[in-house]
DNA sequence: ATTTTTTTATTGAACGGTCAATCAACAAAA
DNA sequence: TTTTGTTGATTGACCGTTCAATAAAAAAAT
């Protein structure tokens, strides 16, 4: 039955596909014809509509990111001028939302990573993403910290949710979202709420 | 110039070969030819000496999990019944030794994690070595903390651990261990050196 | 309104290439 | 003479891409 438009429908049957692929077998074991399979599409569809298997690879990343990048802004576009804990913990909360921590983003996820330390267009969007993180959480502690403070505290708390994110990817009991953002939440806390042991450190540091 | 006890020889020489392969073109990409070829000897070798491909890559994992291990535990030997801060900064030092932190083997880590989403071999060694990153982080808090802070500044300091490394094998500039190794040691003496507020905060919990 | 043409969507067999594993043959030491 | 070490061509399987063929819808022409 084809009919006029179907490319939104394919690509998006496709990058989903591909996400229960790699779901089941990995990256390495997600042939174009299982995913062409799980999509219900034979194989010649997938370089018709993404130029071939890396192209759909890469598409599939750029959803993620999507989905990853309206997770934080939706949470933060509602909070306005709130205080800089408000958007750190909205960003928090983002990193660990529903569309970053099923059990196939999540093995993508880590596929990407190994992935992108070989292929240069992975490499990049995968970059962009972890500076974006950083950088937001930078300048929200900016707001309350001198800027040496602020920028460990951003690169210690980045490190705690990839950290709290990667083992929760690797475990067997898999991630509980409500401890990961307990934790991160923690942090945060103790990098606001302790100027004068924080100035001591920074001193120290001097 | 064959001799008798080479398989300990050829053995080294070919897990070596194998991080050279994975630094230059990634896991999917090291074949046994190119892996072989670094090693300067033939392919039929690899299942001479490792029964496969397979035997191989759990060979290498096993190898830098067991350097990771050495890595850890000398530091701690020398410690004995020093405070827990100590032993937590060793674990900690153990973790960013030199042994892990070499551009070849932060790119097998990313690999091996990926990996060991689908095969139970590789799988069951990285479940192994991380619970034991987190009992021993979490036996020595116990030695300062009550029962449920030392379970989560263990959990914490673990995910802060893998994610300095994680974010260190990922960006451009690489890993600095110095840094790392500091925002790991703030954790650990904002989780040991705030008793009231942390026990106000187990309280919140309740 | 009907027919023809063009465009868009889709298929899947065929092709070229790659890879891991095997094994018969060979070589040097024991 | 036996054991241990090593080679590398061969084999069988698999994978991504291509492309000629097909089909249906849309557009144009009648």
Known sequence: MPKVGMQPIRRRQLIEATLVAIDEVGLADATIARIARHAGVSTGIISHYFDGKDGLLEATMRHILGDLGSAVSERRRALGEA???????AIIDGNFDRSQTSRSVMKTWLAFWASSMHHTNLQRLQRVND????????????RVLPKRQARD?????AALIDGLWLRGALAQEGLDVERARQLAYDYVREQLDTPQRAQRRANDYA
């Open 153 to 157: 505290a951003a690169r210690g708390l």
């Open 83 to 89: 205080p800089a804990q408000a958007h750190l913990h």
């Open 131 to 142: 500076r974006r993180l950083y950088s937001n959480l930078s300048s929200q502690f900016r």
